[in-house]
């Protein structure tokens, strides 16, 4: 055979493969093309979505109300429906049958946005609820669908054994609340989960001004790498509509955060026995804590972390002098309550493993990890050196 028979025959047979691989490789650059231009707007669509959520919540002072929370996220859908639109030129309901749910991950819990069976069908006239439908098969039928926030859902685990039977909530970070019965006895307890082995040194009696913790940040006392907290002096420079006693519309002022609320200290305030040196900072102007028995318990904690003698119902009540600021300790006590919620966790819930992990009806659950003897073994709330909730783990 000649040698351009040859040629001829390998034409015929490479070309044609030739010319399926290119339409093939085509084919895939076009699709990865096509993907990642799809997952480029769902990105925008969904920093949209979660720029608006956060924007709402900022700005509204009941974000932390359920139902307000619930319109700030549907907003927040919307907007990512609404972007996700714009760039693919589809309707709002177009686009429902490709995204299955979204997902609003918060701070203790979720939210999940989906397609749900209304078993009531509804006119859309009269907005009237009509005979109810029960029928699987019919309720699966697009008509009758709707779409919107299922019910909140708490990242929490039950745990139970012979003689204890709890339930966890979870969060984002170290705070945790357990409720259930412990040898027959029912309780419930919130608190931030430490370490308690890394307080290593603490005064918490007498003047507030002179409590002190030590905290042992890596495990090992004495390299230098140890926290002494202390009570800290936090101030803040506030503007007014209204001028001051000293002809000023601006100052500064020492404040302290007394159970999520910035309380401030004016020295120059003249009291008595029904008004305080304490106020809170509303629309620019000072709203001064009254000394009534409603609030007895705020006006104690403010006046020992003060120093100063106040004259009450005619006598003298004196409190720990000091330097003449509002001494902020709320770092202090963190540690001190984060420690002594810790060694309660760790006598109540000491031997309790993943293998401890039940469903609602008490059947074991299958848990995956990466190293499962370790995992097996370990006490998941007793909170040691090697078991830190302040310190992030990574499995390899």
């Not at 925008?44 to 700005?59: E, G, L, Q």
């Not at 708490?154 to 357990?178: E, G, K, P």
């Not at 001494?327 to 002594?340: M, P, V, W």
Request: charged share 20%; hydrophobic share 30%; proline share 3%.
């Amino acid at each position: 055979m000649k040698m351009q028979h040859i040629a001829i025959i390998f034409i015929i047979i490479i070309l044609p493969i030739a010319m399926m691989m290119s339409s093939y490789i085509w084919s895939q650059i076009d699709t990865i093309n096509l993907q990642i231009t799809y997952n480029a707007k769902l990105t925008d669509s969904t920093h949209d979505a979660v720029k608006a959520f956060r924007i709402n919540t900022v700005n509204n002072r009941y974000s932390s109300v359920s139902d307000s929370k619930i319109r700030d996220i549907e907003a927040a859908v919307n907007t990512f429906y609404t972007s996700l639109s714009s760039s693919e030129d589809l309707s709002k309901q177009d686009l429902r049958s490709y995204v299955p749910a979204l997902v609003f991950t918060l701070y203790d819990g979720y939210y999940i946005y989906s397609k749900y069976d209304n078993v009531y069908l509804e006119d859309p006239k009269t907005a009237t609820v009509l005979q109810p439908i029960l029928q699987e098969e019919e309720l699966k039928k697009e008509k009758y669908t709707n779409y919107g926030l299922k019910p909140y859902i708490y990242y929490s685990c039950r745990y139970q054994d012979s003689t204890r039977n709890f339930v966890v909530n979870f969060t984002l970070d170290n705070a945790i609340t357990i409720y259930g019965t412990f040898s027959g006895t029912y309780k419930t307890m919130s608190g931030y989960l430490i370490n308690p082995d890394a307080v290593i040194d603490m005064v918490d009696t007498g003047n507030p001004e002179n409590w002190r913790l030590v905290y042992d940040t890596d495990g090992i006392r004495g390299n230098g790498d140890d926290v002494t907290i202390t009570p800290e002096v936090l101030t803040e420079h506030l503007l007014f509509v209204q001028k001051q006693a000293d002809g000023k519309q601006e100052g500064d002022y020492d404040y302290l955060v007394y159970n999520g609320q910035k309380i401030y200290y004016d020295p120059s305030a003249s009291v008595s026995n029904s008004t305080t040196k304490y106020f809170r900072y509303q629309d620019y102007n000072k709203v001064y804590i009254t000394n009534s028995y409603a609030n007895q318990k705020i006006v104690d904690y403010l006046r020992k972390r003060t120093g100063e003698t106040f004259e009450l119902n005619g006598g003298t009540v004196t409190y720990f002098r000091g330097d003449g600021h509002l001494h902020s300790t709320s770092s202090f006590e963190y540690y001190q309550k984060a420690r002594n919620f810790s060694l309660e966790v760790k006598s109540l819930t000491n031997g309790i493993t993943q293998t401890h992990a039940v469903d609602e009806k008490g059947n074991k659950l299958e848990l995956a990890v990466a190293n499962t003897a370790q995992e097996n073994s370990t006490s998941i709330f007793v909170a040691n050196k090697n078991n830190d909730p302040l310190l992030s783990r990574l499995y390899l």
